[in-house]
């Protein structure tokens, strides 16, 4: 249980367009998600953090209006980057976090698989 | 973007021999850390926690050991495999003012296991 997948697994877009990932829990209602980017030998740095129906909350530094990110339903969020741009490739990682799946904890987080952005 | 020039630390370890990951954590609030294997082009995969009250945890061939008195925690492989080849990562979960919770996650360690 408690699986989380992402789409599409790798990408390639022209700088200048929008791209949009998705992350869905497959098996539980994700409450809260997680999108985190992650550059080559570095750490996952959060993004944004996105509760089901409402508006995310964005981590500093980071412009909501280049990524944008939607949670409509308990099961799946978006990220758009918008007007991308080359120093936008990267890894980027969801996480969702449900409520009573069994976890150890209430506030454990299941990862997606990733997603390979590339801008040319 | 990109940094240059940066580099995870690696520990280098024989098959059958256990392997220790260390970390420093920032936040003595934090109530609750997780440790997750990250395999190349890969999601992270959860490996262990432990909640704040508690000094040591086991699982299968995994032990993680917390020293809240200075903000330490690591991550014991017993009879490390090939297969445990990966990167490592701490990660502290903070609760929030106003409820939600943040994940922060440490540098990583690149574990290389040799045959």
């Known amino acids: 249980g408690a699986v989380v997948s992402q789409h599409p697994s790798r990408v390639i877009c022209k700088s200048g367009t929008s791209v949009k990932i998705e992350c869905r829990s497959l098996d539980f209602q994700a409450t809260t998600m997680f999108w985190y980017r992650q550059f080559p030998k570095q750490s996952l740095m959060l993004m944004a953090t996105s509760n089901e129906g409402s508006k995310a909350t964005y981590e500093q530094g980071v412009e909501k209006d280049k990524f944008l990110i939607n949670h409509a339903s308990l099961t799946l969020s978006t990220l758009t980057v918008t007007s991308a741009h080359p120093e936008d490739s990267s890894f980027y990682i969801c996480?969702?976090?449900?409520?009573?799946?069994?976890?150890?904890?209430?506030?454990?987080?299941?990862f997606g698989p990733g997603t390979r952005l590339t801008v040319t | 973007g990109e940094s240059v020039g940066l580099h995870l630390p690696t520990l280098s370890v024989q098959e059958g021999d256990n392997s220790i990951i260390n970390c420093a954590y920032s936040?003595?609030?934090?109530?609750?850390f997780i440790w997750y294997k990250q395999e190349s082009g890969k999601g992270p995969q959860f490996i262990i926690d432990?909640?704040?009250?508690?000094d040591k945890r086991q699982g299968q061939r995994v032990t993680v050991l917390l020293n809240k008195t200075v903000k330490h925690l690591s991550l014991q492989i017993a009879a490390t495999q090939p297969g445990d080849s990966a990167v490592y990562f701490c990660a502290e979960n903070l609760i929030l003012t106003g409820g939600g919770n943040k994940l922060t996650f440490g540098t990583g360690t690149q574990l290389k296991v040799e045959l």
């Open positions: 432990i909640r704040s009250n508690m």
């Open positions: 996480s969702a976090r449900g409520m009573g799946q069994g976890a150890s904890f209430s506030y454990e987080q299941y």
């Open positions: 936040n003595s609030a934090s109530d609750y």
